[in-house]
């Protein structure tokens, strides 16, 4: 099974990154996709499917931006039936927890008659050191429109490790993981836990959802990423996903990450420290 090809699309990103190095380390075929990838893969450019997933049996599918935009469910849609085409057997999905489109994307994988799986995450701590919200942490400064809601922040590391589970343990096969981590947060809390851990004082202030976005907009924040922060802001982060599962514990016999744990891992990266 180890020389089966595994293609890992969104190789370089935040999932697909730590999910490749696993497989690698543990002698797994794989093949990293991305745009600039030995096979180019696009989902952007449907021409670049074929040629990037022909000669694979399993693919753990990173969607970009994100499947809760409208654009995904039609890509999926193509994406499903060209791997039927080419012979790929198993997809492992990372989807979104709570997010309607995410879910029309899971059914298509779901019902596709491939083995499947569907990685439902909540949001991710990394989001605070690998993406949007670096910037205004580095500034002293996180400001984002109001959250209506906590979140229970999974590890990055959690949702690469239950992945690299699915991906290769037949046990597993057919099933929804649904991972969050082990409690529930405000932003609020994160910044503050954020600011002790890395001995800085860091700021979060909220501003309505219209001005976050116009101002954004005006800094060039692209239109389909404007889409996407509203319909998580105000449609996601509704208090729809104020709960934990224990999923993580089930599928890895040992507890989800807590926030301090990321925090105390991330600190010393120095990824906090100063603007870069
Ligand atoms: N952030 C969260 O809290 C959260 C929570 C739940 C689910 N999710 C899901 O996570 C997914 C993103 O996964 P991630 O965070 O691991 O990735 P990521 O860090 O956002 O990285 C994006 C990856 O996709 C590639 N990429 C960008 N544009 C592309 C394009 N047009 N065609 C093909 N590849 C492209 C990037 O590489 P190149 O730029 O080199 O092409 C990179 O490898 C989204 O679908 C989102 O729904 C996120």
Redesign the pocket.
């Known amino acids: 099974m180890k020389n089966e090809t595994i293609a890992i699309?969104?190789?370089?990103?935040?999932?697909?990154v730590r999910v490749l190095t696993q497989l690698q380390e543990r002698g797994y075929a794989t093949r990293g996709l991305?745009?600039?990838s030995e096979h180019p893969?696009?989902?952007?450019d449907r021409t670049t499917w074929k040629s990037a997933l022909r000669g694979v049996h399993s693919a753990y599918v990173?969607?970009?931006?994100?499947?809760?935009v409208p654009q995904a469910e039609n890509d999926m849609r193509a994406f499903v039936e060209l791997a039927k085409s080419v012979g790929l057997q198993h997809i492992v999905l990372?989807?979104?927890?709570g997010e309607e489109g995410?879910q029309r994307a899971e059914e298509l994988v779901k019902n596709s008659g491939l083995e499947w799986n569907i990685v439902r995450?909540?949001?991710?701590m990394q989001?605070f050191s690998?993406?949007f919200m670096l910037e205004g942490i580095q500034a002293g400064e996180l400001i984002l429109p109001e959250p209506k809601a906590n979140e229970p922040f999974i590890d990055v590391d959690d949702i690469a490790d239950v992945t690299v589970a699915a991906l290769t343990r037949t046990d597993l096969r057919n099933q929804l993981l649904e991972l969050t981590g082990p409690e529930i947060l405000s932003f609020d809390n994160c910044i503050q836990l954020i600011a002790e851990g890395s001995k800085r004082s860091i700021t979060f202030t909220t501003a309505p959802i219209a001005a976050y976005i116009s101002a954004a907009k005006a800094e060039g924040l692209p239109e389909d990423i404007a889409w996407l922060i509203n319909e998580l802001f105000v449609n996601v982060l509704d208090g729809r996903n104020e709960s934990t599962t224990d999923t993580v514990e089930r599928v890895l016999g040992r507890p989800a990450r807590r926030f301090l744990d990321y925090v105390k891992t991330t600190v010393p990266t120095g990824v906090w420290s100063t603007a870069n």
């Open positions: 699309v969104g190789s370089t990103g935040k999932t697909g991305s745009r600039n893969f696009d989902w952007g990173t969607y970009y931006p994100d499947l809760a990372l989807s979104g927890r995410a995450a909540s949001w991710f989001n690998e993406s």
